[in-house]
């Protein structure tokens, strides 16, 4: 069970703004590895380092202990995992049954696009929640990478468009995504996407940036993406055994592997996370490969922040991520440059250190939080209050009781119908200078007649 805290009578009064985190998990296999788990955590971490009122409900298939802090609550419903199933898989009655008249959502942040017509469509119709939705989109089925049947980018875009605004990995990605979206759908729908998605990399926190270099590193190159033909893991293995025709003197660590092909490629994995940080301090060098849908690669920067140099694919993605970084174009071109850091022990070292300072200064996850922040203030601040004889009963219902839950608010109280929306009324107490929802998973209404 999550555990949530209880705050004391006497802390400060807070506008709670609550928002409901919809998943996009495709890493069953260990959900901590799972890039929307890693990223939610650092999200989190940071956005309660800039501000105190934020309430996160999250959907998942089990309970994460790194998604457990104190302004979270994880709410269990069964989830599809393999991608392509996934992305057409929506549990009306699930999704009905946690999201009741019990708490309140202010926003949604959906990490899965393709459901977002369908979740504002539940919404709308069997809860009496209407908060706007914006979205981290850490995939899309581009023609390029989705070699499956039924890919999902038309469903993509439909969701796209219902929402305020949808972060994603980089602006090559963006591009991409436009230029796909623009064979289907018209020009005006192509501008108003233009509109929506904001580039925004995950970035580190830099609290997580390794203070010094390992100066004295074995000779071994890691591959710490997933080993499929979306991150080019064939042509990686081809640069590698080339490398291995001319010297024997190195080994490779692949820690996503299932099977080693080779007796020099080994897989050894960390289930803690510091321990996975201090074997990509003790690399040689890592290498970034092709990703034919152009993101962020968190496998990269796990590695540059604990100091470990990247050979990168020459591509506008990699020079967003890391512009100084040494680039390859061909197997020959990548060998060439694992020769020299396998070799030149002061040349590894110096792009380990400017590594290292890169992730300090221009991979700072701060700046991105600070964006959604920002945005989420100005989201609520753009929803009108309802102004009117009912929404002057609750406020004076609240007074008379003094604090009363969302749950006997509805149940005792109220007593309404799904189809009536309290979103514009929990808008319009909130907005009350005396009316607070206490931080916590149980929303609570309290009058606090000292507070201006």
Not at 140 to 159: C, I, M, P
Not at 317 to 337: G, H, K, M, S
Request: net charge neutral; glycine share 2%; proline share 6%.
């Amino acid at each position: 069970m999550n555990t949530l805290f209880d705050l004391p009578a006497s802390h400060t009064p807070t506008k709670t703004i609550r928002i409901l985190v919809y998943p996009n998990i495709t890493y069953a296999k260990d959900l901590t590895k799972d890039s929307f788990v890693i990223y939610l955590a650092t999200a989190i971490r940071q956005l309660n380092r800039l501000r105190d009122d934020l309430f996160f409900y999250i959907l998942m298939p089990e309970r994460l202990s790194v998604l457990e802090f104190p302004n979270t609550q994880q709410l269990i419903m069964p989830l599809s995992t393999h991608a392509p199933v996934m992305r057409v898989h929506f549990d009306v009655p699930a999704i009905q049954k946690l999201l009741s008249k019990s708490i309140d959502i202010d926003l949604v942040w959906s990490h899965l696009p393709e459901h977002t017509h369908a979740l504002a469509a539940t919404l709308s119709n069997v809860t009496h929640h209407r908060p706007h939705i914006f979205g981290y989109a850490h995939w899309f089925d581009l023609n390029s990478v989705a070699t499956w049947e039924g890919g999902s980018f038309r469903e993509n875009v439909s969701g796209l468009l219902h929402m305020d605004r949808c972060y994603l990995n980089t602006n090559a990605q963006k591009t991409l995504v436009l230029r796909e979206a623009a064979q289907t759908f018209t020009s005006a729908i192509v501008q108003q996407l233009d509109r929506i998605l904001i580039a925004q990399p995950p970035g580190v926190s830099v609290n997580d940036v390794t203070s010094h270099i390992d100066t004295q590193t074995e000779k071994l190159i890691v591959f710490n993406h997933r080993p499929a033909p979306y991150k080019d893991y064939p042509t990686f293995l081809k640069i590698v055994r080339q490398l291995r025709l001319a010297r024997q003197d190195f080994q490779v660590w692949i820690p996503l592997l299932d099977t080693s092909p080779e007796p020099w490629i080994t897989r050894e994995t960390f289930t803690d996370k510091a321990e996975y940080y201090a074997k990509l301090r003790s690399c040689r060098v890592g290498l970034s490969p092709k990703q034919l849908y152009a993101g962020w690669s968190i496998a990269t920067t796990d590695g540059l922040m604990n100091g470990c140099p990247y050979i990168t694919y020459d591509a506008d993605y990699y020079q967003e991520l890391d512009p100084l970084a040494e680039r390859f174009q061909t197997v020959e071109d990548a060998v060439r440059l694992l020769h020299r850091y396998l070799d030149d022990m002061s040349h590894r070292n110096t792009h380990a250190e400017r590594a290292r300072q890169h992730a300090l200064t221009a991979l700072d996850d701060r700046l991105a939080m600070q964006d959604v922040s920002e945005y989420i203030t100005a989201s609520l601040q753009s929803m009108a209050p309802r102004q009117s004889p009912r929404a002057a009963e609750l406020v004076a219902l609240i007074q008379q009781h003094g604090s009363l839950t969302k749950e006997q608010l509805m149940k005792d109280h109220l007593n309404w119908g799904r189809g009536i929306p309290f979103t514009p009324y929990r808008r319009a107490l909130l907005s009350h200078p005396h009316i607070y929802d206490i931080m916590g998973a149980v929303p609570t209404y309290q009058w606090h007649p000292s507070v201006d």
